[in-house]
C-alpha cells in the first residue's frame, strides 16, 4: 500500500493539476494536506485579504475533495516540521507538490526536501521554470526576447490537460485543524472556488476575449478576463486557460482578441521565469543605477496615494478600488505605480509592498515585475520618460466618468468636462457640484508639468552619475 501526500499550495484545483496526476500514479491512499504556514500567513508580506480569498477556496477544495471521496488534511504550523509529522502518521513514502519558483517557497521546499522525500511536479507556468534560455545559457530579462524563444518550442496542446478525476484514494486516519475563518470577507467580485474559476473563463471566451484587444485598458476592468486571483492561487491551470483560448486563434472574428490575451498569459509567465532566475530583483532594481540611490518623495505623499488622496480622480479612484475590493485594472495600476514612482518620486518598493497587502492577487512575480517596469528600474523598463498623465488616461479609458464616480461620490455632480481634473472648475462650478476643491475634495498633491520635470531631472541625475 503506497501513502502519498499531496501537498497543496498554490494549486488549490483539480482539473489539470500535474502534481495531483503524478501522486495519483502511485497513490493506493492520498493525503491531501494543506500547510497553515505562518510566514505566509502573518508574515510582512501577509494580506488578511488574500487570506480571506485562501481560506474559502480551502473550504471550497474541501468539498469538492470530499464529493470524490476524499478531504483535504490542514494543519498549522512550519511546513519543515507539519510535513516530517504528516509522513509519520500516515506512513507515506513520498510527498509531491507543484513547483513554485518565488524565494521564499524555494527555501521551503529545500528545507522540507532535507526530511522527507519530495517531489517537486511543475503546473504553475506553461513551461518550467529556468526552461527558457538564450544560446548563451542565460535567461532572458527582455520580454520580446523571451517570447520569441517561446514559441520556437513546442505550445502547450489541448491533449496534454489532465480532467478532474471522478474518484480519490482513501485517506488515512489523520486529525486535521480547522479552516481558519478570517475577519475579512472575501470581495464580492471573486468567487472563491475552482467552479467559479472555469465558469469565469468561460464567459470570458464566450463575451470577452473577441474584443479584448479594444477593450482591455478599460478602467472599470470590464474589458478583462479578472481571472488573475485564481491563477494566483491555481484554481485555474494556466496551461487550460491558454488552450481554450488558443482554439480563437483560427476564428477571424476572435483571432486579434485571443492573441493579445494569450500575450498577457506570456507576461505572467516572463515574470514568473525572471523572479525564479533572479530571485533579488523582489528587493533590488534591475538597473544597476537605481540600487543604492535614495528616492527623494515623502512619507506624506505615500500616505496620500495609499488612501486615494491625490486630487488627482483617476489615481484616487483607482486607489480607493484597490483597498476597497483588492483589485484594479491592469491600466489602473499602471498609472498609480508611474504616479507614485515618477510624480510622487516615492521608492518603488514601497508601492510594491502596498500592491502586495492589498491585492487579492497579489504575487511576488507579477507585481515585482509591473512595479519595476512602471518605476522605469526593472527589465524591459518603460523608458523613464514615459509618465502616464492622469488627466489624459481618464478622458481616455473612463470616457463616460461612470468609473471614476462610483469610486468618489464626492465627485458624483461634477460636470463631466472638468471630472478628471477637477481643481479647473470655477468656484461658482464647485458650488454648484457640491464639490469645494481642498475641502469636500483634495486640492492637487503637485502639479502635474512641474512634478513631469522634476522627475525627468531627477531621472537623468540617476543615470548620469553612473556612467
Ligand atoms: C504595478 C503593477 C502591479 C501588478 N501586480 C500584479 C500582481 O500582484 N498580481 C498579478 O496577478 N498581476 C499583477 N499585475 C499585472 C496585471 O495588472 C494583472 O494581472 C491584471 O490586471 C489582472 O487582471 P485580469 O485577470 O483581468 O487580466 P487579463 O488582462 O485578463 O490577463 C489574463 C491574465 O494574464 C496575467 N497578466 C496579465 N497582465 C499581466 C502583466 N502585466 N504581468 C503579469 N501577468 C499578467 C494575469 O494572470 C491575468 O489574470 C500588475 C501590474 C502592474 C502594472
Redesign the pocket.
Known amino acids: 500500500m503506497t501513502t502519498v501526500v499531496w501537498w497543496v499550495r498554490r494549486d488549490l484545483r483539480l482539473h489539470d493539476n500535474q502534481a495531483l496526476a503524478a501522486a495519483l500514479t502511485r497513490a493506493r491512499e492520498l493525503v491531501p494536506l494543506f500547510v497553515l504556514d505562518p510566514a505566509l500567513l502573518a508574515g510582512p508580506t501577509s494580506s488578511q485579504r488574500r487570506n480571506a480569498f485562501l481560506f474559502a477556496a480551502l473550504r471550497s477544495l474541501d468539498a469538492a475533495l470530499r464529493r470524490r471521496g476524499s478531504r483535504l488534511i490542514v494543519r498549522a504550523g512550519r511546513p519543515e516540521q507539519v510535513l516530517p509529522t504528516v509522513v509519520r502518521e500516515s506512513g507515506a513514502t513520498l510527498v509531491m507538490a507543484e513547483a513554485d519558483g518565488s524565494p521564499y517557497a524555494r527555501r521551503r521546499d529545500e528545507a522540507v526536501a532535507r526530511s522527507v522525500p519530495l517531489q517537486l511536479v511543475e503546473g504553475s507556468t506553461l513551461r518550467p521554470l529556468g526552461s527558457i534560455r538564450a544560446p548563451t545559457g542565460e535567461p532572458y530579462r527582455v520580454y520580446s526576447q523571451f517570447r520569441r524563444a517561446w514559441f520556437r518550442l513546442p505550445i502547450p496542446s489541448p491533449q496534454d490537460i489532465l480532467p478532474a478525476p471522478p474518484r480519490l484514494p482513501p485517506v488515512p486516519r489523520l486529525a486535521s485543524e480547522p479552516i481558519p475563518e478570517s475577519p475579512l470577507a472575501v470581495p464580492e467580485r471573486f468567487a472563491p472556488s475552482e467552479d467559479a474559476a472555469r465558469q469565469r473563463l468561460q464567459h470570458f471566451l464566450a463575451q470577452g476575449l473577441a474584443s479584448y484587444h479594444l477593450r ?1 485598458n478599460a478602467l472599470d ?1 470590464s474589458g ?5 486571483p485564481y ?2 492561487f491555481g484554481l485555474l491551470s494556466v496551461r487550460e486557460a491558454w488552450c481554450a483560448a488558443a482554439r480563437y486563434l483560427d476564428e477571424p472574428d476572435a483571432a486579434a482578441g485571443a492573441r493579445a ?1 494569450l500575450d ?2 506570456l ?2 509567465e516572463f ?1 514568473q521565469h525572471l523572479l525564479a532566475a533572479w530571485p533579488e530583483s523582489a528587493r533590488m532594481s534591475m538597473q544597476p543605477e537605481f540600487r543604492d540611490v535614495a528616492w527623494p518623495g515623502s512619507n506624506d505623499a505615500l500616505a496620500r496615494w495609499q488612501e486615494g488622496r491625490t486630487g488627482f480622480p483617476v489615481v484616487d479612484a483607482a486607489m480607493r478600488q484597490l483597498v476597497s475590493e483588492g483589485w484594479m ?2 491600466r489602473a ?2 498609472i498609480v ?1 508611474s504616479f507614485l514612482s515618477k510624480l510622487l518620486l516615492v521608492d518603488w518598493r514601497e508601492g510594491e509592498r502596498f ?2 497587502r492589498e ?1 487579492v ?3 511576488l512575480a ?2 515585482v ?3 519595476q ?2 518605476a522605469g528600474t526593472g527589465t524591459d523598463a518603460a523608458p523613464y520618460f514615459r509618465i502616464f498623465n492622469p488627466v489624459l488616461q481618464g478622458e481616455q479609458h473612463d470616457p463616460n466618468g461612470s468609473w471614476v464616480r462610483t469610486w468618489l461620490p464626492e465627485l458624483a455632480n461634477v460636470p463631466r468636462e472638468y471630472l478628471f481634473a477637477p481643481w479647473r472648475m470655477p468656484i461658482e462650478v464647485q458650488l454648484r457640484a457640491g464639490c469645494r476643491i481642498g475641502h469636500d475634495y483634495p486640492a492637487p498633491i503637485v502639479e502635474y508639468e512641474s512634478a513631469r520635470a522634476r522627475a525627468l531631472e531627477w531621472f537623468r541625475s540617476v543615470r548620469q552619475a553612473q556612467s
Open positions: 482591455r476592468g478583462s478576463s479578472q481571472l488573475s491563477f494566483r490575451w498577457e498569459l507576461w505572467r515574470y485594472s491592469n495600476r499602471m505605480a500592491f502586495r491585492l492577487d497579489g504575487d507579477a507585481n515585475g509591473g512595479w517596469w512602471s
